[in-house]
């Protein structure tokens, strides 16, 4: 079974700098894909950034870049110039990539991470 | 409206009361999910709907809890004779199916239904 393992409880940083948020995973897949969310106190379930397995650049929308590790089975999320409302809660996720005859089954996430953005 | 809808946005009720909360996804996604999240915890997986599949209810805590998707659209998770462990946020999302164009693997989620079980 596959796991996914986000290390930092919680991370702090300050208005306007850099912060990375750590996840590993586990799989014996070789395709399948990569995400994080972002759960502001809204609750809501915001898709921040995704990467396909199988792709070996690295996936950046805007502030918001991943570094990615296949042979590591390490899925970082870069957030520069960080802004105050960027602060949430932030989830690493997994899924398998669709099959043939299969189901292609759930979202599998880590535990999340709580990052504050000081002013 | 065009995103995946979630009725009541909060229930409190008496313990051992049932309660229903539902779920209406994004038209035209095949696959439904509900996830359960604590308070400050991360999510936890309920059950899984895609298409005319039996579903996967490897997630369900207990038998007090069931879901229905009815018609492949409309789902609704019931949970019998509350317990106040059973308070948490339920979480509700939907995706493309399988093989589907254009399956990004990406799920939807909805705001979700706070239940407090008092």
């Known amino acids: 079974a596959q796991t996914v393992t986000q290390s930092q409880p919680e991370m702090s940083v300050q208005e306007a700098e850099t912060v990375t948020l750590s996840c590993t995973y586990d799989?014996?897949?070789?395709?399948?894909?990569l995400f994080w969310y972002k759960q502001p106190p809204s609750r809501q379930m915001i898709l921040v950034i995704r990467q396909e397995a199988y792709k070996q650049q690295n996936a950046t929308e805007n502030r918001f870049s991943v570094n990615f590790q296949k042979a590591a089975k390490s899925f970082s999320l870069k957030i520069s110039d960080s802004q105050l409302g960027d602060a949430a809660m932030y989830f690493c996720?997994?899924?398998?990539?669709?099959?043939?005859?299969?189901?292609?089954?759930?979202?599998?996430f880590g535990k999340g991470t709580k990052l504050s953005v000081k002013p | 409206g065009a995103g995946v809808s979630q009725s009541p946005s909060n229930k409190v009720t008496e313990k051992g009361k049932d309660v229903e909360l539902r779920c209406d996804p994004i038209?035209?996604?095949?696959?439904l999910y509900w996830y359960r999240q604590s308070l400050g915890q991360g999510l936890e997986f309920l059950i899984y709907?895609?298409?005319?599949?039996?579903?996967?209810k490897s997630g369900l805590p207990s038998d007090r809890f069931s879901a229905e998707r009815t018609g492949g659209s409309v789902s609704t998770l019931t949970i019998q004779r509350t317990q106040q462990e059973d308070s948490a946020v339920y979480l509700c999302?939907?995706?493309?199916?399988?093989?589907?164009?254009?399956?990004?693997?990406?799920?939807?989620f909805g705001e979700g239904s706070r239940l407090t079980v008092l």
């Open positions: 996720a997994y899924r398998s990539a669709p099959h043939y005859g299969g189901s292609q089954g759930n979202l599998i």
């Open positions: 999302a939907s995706s493309l199916g399988g093989l589907a164009g254009g399956n990004t693997g990406e799920l939807f």
């Open positions: 799989t014996s897949e070789s395709d399948y894909y």
């Open positions: 709907f895609q298409g005319n599949s039996a579903p996967d």
């Open positions: 038209s035209g996604h095949t696959a």
